[in-house]
DNA sequence: ACCTGAACACCGTTCAAGT
DNA sequence: ACCTGAACACCGTTCAAGT
């Protein structure tokens, strides 16, 4: 997201601090203890300042996040050799922002503050919308395809990333093996039929062959 | 959610406030001011207690915010007619889930704190479920499916009220939109080509005919 | 059993002043 | 231009005491 913070030419004090300063001491924070604990008060301690500091660096605690996303995504979407078929290049593509959103839980806070990703994953929406348009599909079902397979992408990981911080934070048995243990099988006969194989099922990685199955409807000509 | 709050026998003191008071003034909140406004503090003023009054029947406030999605769902979720064509079935089920979900703004800080839903929800879960066992699915791929649909709507509601929220309060033009402006269309020849569409495209609710395709991908047999 | 008051350990942000 | 200190207006939650 970053706006260009138009690097000032020494025309008044000498900045102690920077925003290259900022979003480093931040990214140590959230990768080592968690988005929670970057607050910024904690920051402006680290970073030997104060927290009225940053605030002439960055307008606001949101802004800061989406810096912290954008250096993330900058530092980890390193773009790959992608395979020459469209549709298995739509795959390929999209488990990529996949892999590198998931492997970044504090991601999901920053998601719904955020105006979809930085500039970093452009590269990689412009294969997927590329490879759905080689496929047949004109301009605007491109869009729309494009946009199904990130509502599928985003939910996978907030709902998984929700699912593991609630695994983390309690012992005690969630409340859906309590329903699904006293399921009445007349009334959800379907449901009582895997209820005792829900938690394994539910915990398989499925997110290729599911974006697999997505990206086949998309594609199929109704 | 709502763990049974074995409603006690006047044991000891009358209980002043309720769990159901606690609610209604929490839902009351909510649906006038926003999630954010709703604290302790506020809500124990509201009621006319002292905000430790209020741990006595919630556990904490993480507690309280899946009991209010609780108490929204079983108010909203009514069981429609469903289609007999149990592929047209599956797709009202999910819709019907994804409209109330829609038509409450504050759902996403919770969804993301939830053991996925309420109760209320579990017959459309069912549904969903056993539509997808009638088009041919054995149980273990159904699941799977409907996690995939799961993840599709929860992605688009996510993602789509974390939209509204950056247009209610930013008047400035979004970072997106100076991107496409200045796209390179050598780098990105697919997006300059749809970039000033990008906008009023995104913005289309698509919600059933995308599911629709998901759905369709999901049965197909490969 | 249920409720209260005071306190703990914090937040993000504004304002006015300093260098 | 950049930074500081003090203050504002809050949080969720714990603890010890009251009824």
């Known amino acids: 997201?970053?706006?260009?913070?138009?690097?000032?030419?020494?025309?008044g004090r000498p900045a102690r601090i920077s925003r290259e300063d900022i979003i480093e001491t931040g990214r140590r924070i959230v990768t080592e203890e968690g988005v929670d604990r970057l607050t910024m008060r904690r920051l402006?301690?680290?970073?030997?300042s104060t927290p009225m500091a940053l605030y002439h660096h960055v307008r606001d605690k949101e802004e800061l996040l989406v810096l912290l996303l954008d250096d993330y995504?900058?530092?980890?979407?390193?773009?790959?050799?992608?395979?020459?078929?469209?549709r298995e290049r739509i795959v390929v593509a999209a488990s990529a922002i996949h892999d590198v959103l998931a492997a970044c839980p504090w991601i999901v806070?920053?998601?719904?503050?955020?105006?979809?990703?930085?500039?970093?994953?452009?590269?990689?929406?412009?294969?997927?919308v590329g490879g759905l348009m080689e496929c047949g599909l004109n301009?605007?079902?491109?869009?729309?395809?494009?946009?199904?397979?990130?509502?599928y992408t985003a939910g996978e990981i907030?709902?998984?990333?929700?699912?593991?911080?609630?695994?983390?934070?309690?012992?005690?048995?969630?409340y859906r093996e309590q329903?699904?243990?006293?399921?009445?099988?007349?009334e959800y006969p379907r449901l009582a039929q895997v209820a005792d194989r829900w938690a394994p099922l539910t915990a398989e990685d499925t997110y290729v062959v599911q974006l697999r199955?997505?990206?086949?409807?998309?594609?199929?000509t109704r």
Do not use: C, N
Not at 44 to 48: N, V
Not at 158 to 174: L, N, Q
């Open 1 to 11: 997201m970053s706006q260009p913070s138009a690097p000032r030419k020494t025309p």
């Open 44 to 48: 402006a301690k680290d970073i030997g």
């Open 73 to 86: 995504a900058t530092r980890t979407m390193h773009r790959p050799e992608l395979p020459a078929d469209p």
């Open 109 to 128: 806070e920053v998601l719904t503050a955020d105006d979809l990703m930085s500039t970093s994953a452009l590269w990689f929406v412009e294969q997927i």
């Open 139 to 151: 301009p605007e079902r491109a869009v729309h395809a494009y946009r199904a397979i990130w509502y």
């Open 158 to 174: 907030v709902v998984r990333t929700a699912a593991a911080r609630r695994r983390a934070a309690d012992e005690r048995p969630t």
């Open 179 to 186: 329903v699904f243990a006293g399921l009445d099988p007349s």
């Open 213 to 220: 199955a997505l990206v086949d409807g998309l594609l199929l």
